[in-house]
Protein backbone atom coordinates (compact mmCIF):
# COMPACT_ATOMS: atom_id res chain seq x y z
CA UNK A 1 0.00 0.00 0.00
CA UNK A 2 1.34 3.48 -0.92
CA UNK A 3 1.01 6.65 1.20
CA UNK A 4 -0.87 7.83 -2.10
CA UNK A 5 -3.32 5.26 -1.47
CA UNK A 6 -4.07 7.16 1.47
CA UNK A 7 -3.41 10.49 1.52
CA UNK A 8 -3.74 12.71 -1.07
CA UNK A 9 -2.27 16.02 -1.65
CA UNK A 10 -5.29 18.29 -0.03
CA UNK A 11 -5.37 15.97 2.89
CA UNK A 12 -2.01 17.32 3.81
CA UNK A 13 -2.14 20.35 6.32
CA UNK A 14 0.12 22.57 7.29
CA UNK A 15 0.82 25.04 10.31
CA UNK A 16 -2.19 23.50 11.62
CA UNK A 17 -2.62 25.85 14.96
CA UNK A 18 -4.99 23.85 18.36
CA UNK A 19 -4.19 23.96 22.20
CA UNK A 20 -5.00 20.78 22.32
CA UNK A 21 -5.53 16.82 21.79
CA UNK A 22 -9.32 17.19 21.44
CA UNK A 23 -9.61 20.23 19.27
CA UNK A 24 -6.55 18.44 16.85
CA UNK A 25 -9.13 15.55 15.88
CA UNK A 26 -12.09 17.85 16.11
CA UNK A 27 -10.11 19.72 13.23
CA UNK A 28 -8.67 16.67 11.58
CA UNK A 29 -12.54 15.55 12.07
CA UNK A 30 -13.96 18.27 10.07
CA UNK A 31 -11.54 17.99 6.91
CA UNK A 32 -11.46 14.20 6.57
CA UNK A 33 -15.34 14.52 6.83
CA UNK A 34 -15.42 16.89 3.88
CA UNK A 35 -13.43 14.74 1.65
CA UNK A 36 -14.67 11.42 2.37
CA UNK A 37 -18.79 12.66 2.63
CA UNK A 38 -18.49 10.86 6.91
CA UNK A 39 -20.73 12.96 9.03
CA UNK A 40 -18.17 14.78 10.97
CA UNK A 41 -19.28 13.88 14.59
CA UNK A 42 -19.85 10.33 13.69
CA UNK A 43 -15.61 10.37 12.73
CA UNK A 44 -14.69 12.01 15.91
CA UNK A 45 -16.31 9.94 18.00
CA UNK A 46 -14.74 6.94 16.47
CA UNK A 47 -11.51 8.24 16.56
CA UNK A 48 -12.36 9.72 20.37
CA UNK A 49 -13.43 6.65 21.92
CA UNK A 50 -10.65 4.78 20.06
CA UNK A 51 -7.95 7.27 21.81
CA UNK A 52 -10.01 7.30 25.16
CA UNK A 53 -8.73 3.28 24.96
CA UNK A 54 -5.11 4.38 24.77
CA UNK A 55 -3.38 7.30 23.58
CA UNK A 56 -2.29 7.18 19.76
CA UNK A 57 1.01 9.46 20.56
CA UNK A 58 4.05 6.97 19.17
CA UNK A 59 6.62 8.63 20.22
CA UNK A 60 9.01 11.58 19.27
CA UNK A 61 6.41 13.69 18.46
CA UNK A 62 4.39 11.33 16.07
CA UNK A 63 0.81 10.13 16.54
CA UNK A 64 -1.62 7.83 14.89
CA UNK A 65 -4.99 8.67 15.91
CA UNK A 66 -7.36 6.31 14.06
CA UNK A 67 -10.37 4.45 13.71
CA UNK A 68 -13.22 2.11 11.83
CA UNK A 69 -16.07 3.90 11.04
CA UNK A 70 -18.90 2.27 9.09
CA UNK A 71 -20.70 3.77 5.79
CA UNK A 72 -16.65 4.05 4.43
CA UNK A 73 -16.05 2.83 1.45
CA UNK A 74 -11.92 2.96 1.83
CA UNK A 75 -9.46 3.40 3.74
CA UNK A 76 -8.42 7.43 4.09
CA UNK A 77 -5.90 9.34 5.75
CA UNK A 78 -4.76 13.28 6.60
CA UNK A 79 -1.99 14.56 7.48
CA UNK A 80 -1.08 17.18 9.75
CA UNK A 81 2.08 19.27 10.55
CA UNK A 82 0.88 21.32 13.66
CA UNK A 83 2.47 24.83 14.39
CA UNK A 84 3.16 24.23 18.23
CA UNK A 85 3.49 21.10 19.66
CA UNK A 86 0.37 19.36 21.84
CA UNK A 87 0.11 17.05 24.41
CA UNK A 88 -0.99 13.60 23.21
CA UNK A 89 -0.76 12.03 26.48
CA UNK A 90 2.47 9.65 24.53
CA UNK A 91 4.10 6.98 26.25
CA UNK A 92 7.30 9.31 26.08
CA UNK A 93 5.49 11.77 27.22
CA UNK A 94 6.93 13.83 24.10
CA UNK A 95 4.26 16.59 23.21
CA UNK A 96 3.02 15.83 18.88
CA UNK A 97 3.49 17.89 16.33
CA UNK A 98 3.46 15.33 13.51
CA UNK A 99 -0.13 13.62 12.81
CA UNK A 100 -1.16 11.29 10.47
CA UNK A 101 -5.09 10.54 11.11
CA UNK A 102 -6.86 7.65 9.27
CA UNK A 103 -10.05 6.48 9.42
CA UNK A 104 -10.92 2.51 7.72
CA UNK A 105 -14.51 0.49 7.38
CA UNK A 106 -15.42 -0.81 9.75
CA UNK A 107 -14.63 -4.25 8.63
CA UNK A 108 -11.73 -3.17 7.22
CA UNK A 109 -9.23 -5.10 9.57
CA UNK A 110 -6.17 -6.56 7.02
CA UNK A 111 -6.20 -2.88 5.30
CA UNK A 112 -6.33 -0.75 8.62
CA UNK A 113 -3.69 -2.21 9.55
CA UNK A 114 -1.70 -2.49 6.23
CA UNK A 115 -1.94 1.44 6.11
CA UNK A 116 -1.16 1.76 9.88
CA UNK A 117 2.25 -0.06 8.80
CA UNK A 118 2.67 2.01 5.63
CA UNK A 119 2.59 5.35 7.82
CA UNK A 120 4.79 3.87 10.74
CA UNK A 121 7.66 2.63 7.73
CA UNK A 122 7.75 6.39 7.07
CA UNK A 123 8.42 7.90 10.52
CA UNK A 124 10.90 4.44 10.79
CA UNK A 125 12.91 5.74 8.17
CA UNK A 126 15.81 7.76 9.38
CA UNK A 127 14.96 11.19 8.75
CA UNK A 128 11.95 11.25 7.59
CA UNK A 129 10.62 13.21 10.86
CA UNK A 130 12.97 15.67 9.96
CA UNK A 131 12.58 16.47 6.58
CA UNK A 132 8.60 16.97 7.53
CA UNK A 133 9.56 19.20 9.96
CA UNK A 134 11.73 21.28 7.87
CA UNK A 135 9.53 20.85 4.77
CA UNK A 136 8.64 24.52 3.68
CA UNK A 137 5.27 23.81 1.95
CA UNK A 138 2.37 21.08 1.63
CA UNK A 139 4.39 20.04 -1.61
CA UNK A 140 7.27 18.96 0.02
CA UNK A 141 5.67 17.38 3.07
CA UNK A 142 3.58 15.63 0.25
CA UNK A 143 6.66 14.34 -1.15
CA UNK A 144 8.26 13.48 1.68
CA UNK A 145 5.42 11.09 2.77
CA UNK A 146 5.67 9.54 -0.73
CA UNK A 147 9.64 9.03 -0.83
Not at 26 to 35: C, H
Not at 97 to 112: Q, W
Not at 133 to 147: C, F, M, P
Request: contains cysteine; negative net charge.
Amino acid sequence: MNIADIISKNAVLDNVQVSSKRELIQVLSQRIASFSGLDERAVFDAVWERENLGSTGYGDGVAFPHARIEGLDKVCGIFARLEEPVDFDSLDGKAVDLVFMLVSPENSGADHLTALAALSRILKTEGSCEKLRKARSVDEIYTVLNS
